[in-house]
Protein backbone atom coordinates (compact mmCIF):
# COMPACT_ATOMS: atom_id res chain seq x y z
CA UNK A 1 0.00 0.00 0.00
CA UNK A 2 1.04 3.49 -0.34
CA UNK A 3 -0.16 6.51 0.59
CA UNK A 4 0.25 10.60 -1.01
CA UNK A 5 -0.99 12.77 2.01
CA UNK A 6 -1.17 16.36 0.93
CA UNK A 7 -1.30 19.54 3.39
CA UNK A 8 -1.08 23.32 3.33
CA UNK A 9 -4.13 24.24 1.24
CA UNK A 10 -6.11 26.78 2.74
CA UNK A 11 -8.08 30.74 2.03
CA UNK A 12 -5.18 33.86 1.02
CA UNK A 13 -5.86 37.06 -0.54
CA UNK A 14 -3.97 38.09 -4.21
CA UNK A 15 -0.57 38.19 -3.87
CA UNK A 16 -0.65 35.94 -0.98
CA UNK A 17 1.85 32.59 -0.27
CA UNK A 18 1.25 29.26 -0.04
CA UNK A 19 3.40 26.10 0.88
CA UNK A 20 1.96 23.02 -0.03
CA UNK A 21 3.60 19.18 0.57
CA UNK A 22 2.46 15.73 -0.47
CA UNK A 23 4.20 13.05 1.87
CA UNK A 24 4.42 9.15 0.37
CA UNK A 25 4.45 6.58 2.56
CA UNK A 26 4.25 3.10 2.45
CA UNK A 27 6.06 0.33 0.63
CA UNK A 28 7.90 2.48 -1.53
CA UNK A 29 11.39 1.10 -3.17
CA UNK A 30 12.13 4.35 -4.75
CA UNK A 31 10.37 7.37 -6.37
CA UNK A 32 10.64 8.74 -9.42
CA UNK A 33 9.03 12.25 -11.34
CA UNK A 34 6.77 13.87 -8.51
CA UNK A 35 4.28 16.48 -9.56
CA UNK A 36 1.31 18.88 -8.82
CA UNK A 37 -1.33 19.19 -10.79
CA UNK A 38 -4.83 21.74 -10.33
CA UNK A 39 -8.49 21.23 -11.42
CA UNK A 40 -10.81 24.34 -10.86
CA UNK A 41 -14.32 23.97 -10.93
CA UNK A 42 -15.66 23.01 -14.46
CA UNK A 43 -12.44 22.68 -15.56
CA UNK A 44 -9.87 20.04 -16.63
CA UNK A 45 -7.28 19.02 -14.39
CA UNK A 46 -4.19 20.61 -15.57
CA UNK A 47 -0.25 20.24 -14.52
CA UNK A 48 1.18 23.05 -12.78
CA UNK A 49 4.75 21.86 -12.00
CA UNK A 50 7.14 18.53 -12.05
CA UNK A 51 10.33 17.23 -10.57
CA UNK A 52 12.21 14.52 -11.48
CA UNK A 53 14.71 12.39 -9.29
CA UNK A 54 17.35 14.54 -10.27
CA UNK A 55 15.29 17.49 -9.46
CA UNK A 56 14.95 18.73 -12.98
CA UNK A 57 11.61 21.14 -12.90
CA UNK A 58 9.47 21.69 -15.04
CA UNK A 59 6.43 24.18 -15.16
CA UNK A 60 2.96 25.61 -16.45
CA UNK A 61 3.20 28.71 -18.70
CA UNK A 62 0.51 30.44 -15.94
CA UNK A 63 2.99 29.94 -13.41
CA UNK A 64 6.44 30.22 -13.94
CA UNK A 65 8.47 32.88 -11.91
CA UNK A 66 5.74 32.48 -9.71
CA UNK A 67 5.53 29.27 -7.96
CA UNK A 68 8.35 26.77 -7.01
CA UNK A 69 8.53 22.66 -6.97
CA UNK A 70 11.04 21.27 -4.58
CA UNK A 71 11.64 17.89 -3.30
CA UNK A 72 13.28 15.51 -0.52
CA UNK A 73 13.78 12.75 -1.25
CA UNK A 74 15.02 11.16 2.44
CA UNK A 75 11.54 12.24 3.43
CA UNK A 76 9.74 10.96 0.35
CA UNK A 77 8.03 14.37 0.19
CA UNK A 78 7.56 17.00 -2.64
CA UNK A 79 6.56 20.85 -1.93
CA UNK A 80 5.13 23.74 -3.63
CA UNK A 81 5.86 27.27 -2.87
CA UNK A 82 3.22 29.29 -4.14
CA UNK A 83 3.71 32.97 -4.05
CA UNK A 84 1.94 35.91 -5.72
CA UNK A 85 -1.36 33.68 -5.91
CA UNK A 86 -3.78 35.38 -8.26
CA UNK A 87 -7.79 34.38 -7.96
CA UNK A 88 -7.18 32.16 -11.27
CA UNK A 89 -5.21 29.97 -9.05
CA UNK A 90 -8.26 29.24 -7.27
CA UNK A 91 -8.25 25.40 -7.44
CA UNK A 92 -7.81 21.59 -5.97
CA UNK A 93 -4.44 20.84 -5.86
CA UNK A 94 -3.38 17.15 -6.16
CA UNK A 95 -0.16 15.58 -6.11
CA UNK A 96 0.78 12.15 -7.80
CA UNK A 97 4.18 10.29 -7.74
CA UNK A 98 5.64 8.00 -9.76
CA UNK A 99 6.48 5.03 -7.52
CA UNK A 100 8.49 1.42 -7.78
CA UNK A 101 7.64 -1.02 -5.57
CA UNK A 102 9.30 -4.51 -5.30
CA UNK A 103 7.33 -6.83 -7.27
CA UNK A 104 4.99 -4.60 -8.49
CA UNK A 105 7.29 -2.37 -10.73
CA UNK A 106 6.05 1.35 -11.17
CA UNK A 107 2.83 2.83 -11.20
CA UNK A 108 1.53 6.62 -10.42
CA UNK A 109 -0.20 7.78 -7.31
CA UNK A 110 -1.86 10.44 -6.00
CA UNK A 111 -3.07 12.57 -3.12
CA UNK A 112 -6.58 13.36 -2.01
CA UNK A 113 -6.93 17.02 -3.33
CA UNK A 114 -6.11 20.32 -1.30
CA UNK A 115 -7.93 23.52 -1.70
CA UNK A 116 -6.24 26.36 -2.30
CA UNK A 117 -9.00 29.28 -2.17
CA UNK A 118 -7.41 33.19 -3.33
CA UNK A 119 -9.40 35.41 -2.43
CA UNK A 120 -9.74 39.47 -4.70
Known amino acids: QVQLVESGGGLVQTGGSLRLSCAAS????????MGWYRQAPGKQRELVAA???????NYADSVKGRFTISRDNAKNTVYLQMDSLKPEDTAVYYCNAYIYRLGRGTSIHWGQGTQVTVSS
Open 51 to 57: ITSGGVT
Open 26 to 33: GSIFSIND
